[in-house]
């Protein structure tokens, strides 16, 4: 329905490939920030910044996204008012993500970036503060207060997966909302209307998945995934998380002593199946679900990530859709389709 928005924020313009260019340490990075910084000084002075130039209304307002989820909220409420470039490629893993050098110069040039926050994307925060610029930054993840969570032994972090509880992405649409006001002030009918719909929408899927849940038989409301990415979704809607394979971070590799801790606690717990997820190799706990002998989901969790463009979970409220209805299928319940009442944003241009 609103597919043809989401497609737009992925970097149409950049001069690097899509994929296969890498560069291999944070010191790179810096390098080429620090050389496209000095290159881009030469301009500092009486001259207007490229964006100014165009003052007759030609140029818009260039806004960055870090993770998939938000380009797609972006998206919807900005709809053609900014340009929008998303960093992340749907299925990227944030945790881990490497900086390309044409990150760098997306971010030297926006005007404003929103990113999750939280630590979900620390190569990209990383390189966010480095790059300095006149972007305003806006963490929309940390607008919700965090879980905490166990980190190794002693220490606890946020947790930054709050997209997982529908009426957190409420708050962080009205963010988003608040910050593309005052970036283009006259656009602001515009983006309250659009934030108002999607809203409105959220509000539909929140009772929906609250909905489908309770048609899983309450003994069978477990949840085993392969990250720690599910503490906001169980909570908002009723499971309880038996166990994780690694934390909060994919950077961990689980040892071989919680991979059999798993395997137990599935075991006991009886849970009927157990989630692989999209930006994960599913090996590990594929394994784990045959020890355990229980069955792998058929379809694998969108936890950090939106689908790709044309796929089931290409938007966030698709992602949350068919994430919903894999679990609940799984666990044996019953999926009533998610039919919302609403318009979608992008069908309704003024
Ligand atoms: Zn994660």
Redesign the pocket.
Known sequence: MTSHMITAPHRPQSGYPQSGYKIHSYGQAIAGLLLSVWLSGCNIGSQPAPNQSAANGAAKPSVVSTSTILADLTAQIAADEVQLIGILEPGTD??VYEPVPADSRDLEKADLIFYNGYN?EPGLIKLMNAAGGRAQKVAVGEVVPPLQLQKGQRETVPD??VWGNVKNVMQMVTAIRDALIELSPDDRDRFTQNAAQLTAQLEELDQWITQQIQTIPPEKRRLVTT?D?FQYYARAYNLDIIGTLIG???EEQPSAQTVQRLVESVKSAQVPAIFAETTINPALIKTVAQEAGVQLAPRSLY??SIGAAESDGDSYIKMMVVNTQTIVEALGGKVTPFQPQRTPPSASQK
Do not use: K, Q
């Open positions: 944030p945790h979900l930054p997966h990250h990415a909060i971070s994919t936890s950090d």
